[in-house]
């Protein structure tokens, strides 16, 4: 696969029972930089194209293979959360390696004040985990987390996610997912229960992200804001079109007339 490639789907099938064909013959390619709208009627296939592409489902047929040195990440619906850690312990949890190394940092600083304290082996650690902390410029990490949990809404930091609803579940997801920043971004309507300022924050941060966003939803004025393609989905096939929402209305309206 090359390295340009972050996806790729050839010639996948989806049957759920005998009868019932979700994904016909579906063959697609995803490349750096692509910010994807997802259309179709209920049914379509979209949800289920998403889940092939995250891992969760199997295609009945065909290739579908992530690049292996991308990651992928997939806001469903009805998102989990861990019941034992509270909201921004869960929104952590999207960049747990990050704070890992911040508390790895913080430990080895400390053991300098033990009274048998060994500052060569200490002092070769502390430049090893400040060069990671570095090259993934986390020192900012406490900030990253603070702008997105406001834009976003979320509850309070402190607040146990079992008591939340479910718009507030899907925020802490959404905000979760965002600061771990696969480079396969799958998203299932997103902007349900985003308020407008919320929304514009959203669309901006998926305007910066480097790698392939997919977006399942029916926000037209949203797609405006971020899509660079749509695929529109009916009857287990996939029509492309290039643009955004506006521009694919146009395209179809042409090849209609056509």
Same mark, same amino acid.
Not at 89 to 106: I, K, M, P, S, T
Not at 200 to 211: E, M, R, T
């Given at each position: ?11 996948? &099938? ?26 179709? $009627? ?21 290739? *579908?293979?992530?690049?292996?040195? %991308? ?14 850690? &509270? ?27 033990? $009274?048998?304290?060994?500052? &060569? ?16 410029? %986390?020192?900012?990490? @406490? ?6 949990? @406001?834009?976003?809404?979320?509850? @309070? ?28 971004? /799958? ?7 985003? @308020?407008? *300022?919320?929304?514009?924050?959203? *669309? ?51 090849? /209609?007339?056509?």
């Amino acid at each position: 696969m090359s390295s340009d490639v972050i996806y790729t789907m050839y010639r996948v &099938d989806k049957f759920y029972g005998p009868e019932r064909q979700v994904l016909a013959n579906i063959s697609l390619s995803f490349l750096h930089g692509a910010k994807i709208g997802v259309l179709g $009627p209920n049914g379509a296939g979209k949800s289920t194209l998403l889940r092939i592409m995250a891992g969760r489902e199997e295609p009945s047929s065909g290739v *579908a293979e992530l690049h292996p040195k %991308a990651s992928v990440g997939l806001l469903e619906q009805e998102p989990e959360l861990d019941p034992l850690k &509270d909201v921004r312990a869960n929104v952590e949890d999207g960049v747990r390696a990050l704070r890992d190394l911040l508390d790895r940092f913080n430990v080895v600083s400390a053991a300098f004040a033990e $009274p048998d304290a060994d500052f &060569d082996a200490l002092l070769a650690e502390q430049a090893e985990v400040q060069e990671q902390i570095d090259r993934h410029a %986390a020192w900012g990490l @406490d900030q990253a987390l603070d702008r997105a949990m @406001d834009a976003l809404r979320l509850p @309070d930091g402190e607040r146990d996610v079992t008591t939340l609803s479910g718009g507030e579940r899907r925020r802490v997801a959404l905000c979760r997912l965002l600061l771990s920043s696969p480079k396969l971004l /799958l998203l299932d309507e997103p902007t349900n229960h985003l @308020d407008v *300022a919320a929304k514009a924050w959203l *669309a901006d941060d998926l305007s910066k992200h480097k790698g392939v966003v997919l977006i399942v939803t029916h926000d037209a004025e949203f797609l405006d804001r971020v899509a660079n393609r749509i695929l529109e989905m009916r009857d287990g096939v996939v029509e492309t079109y290039t643009g955004n929402y506006t521009e694919y209305q146009q395209q179809k309206a042409a090849r /209609l007339q056509q």
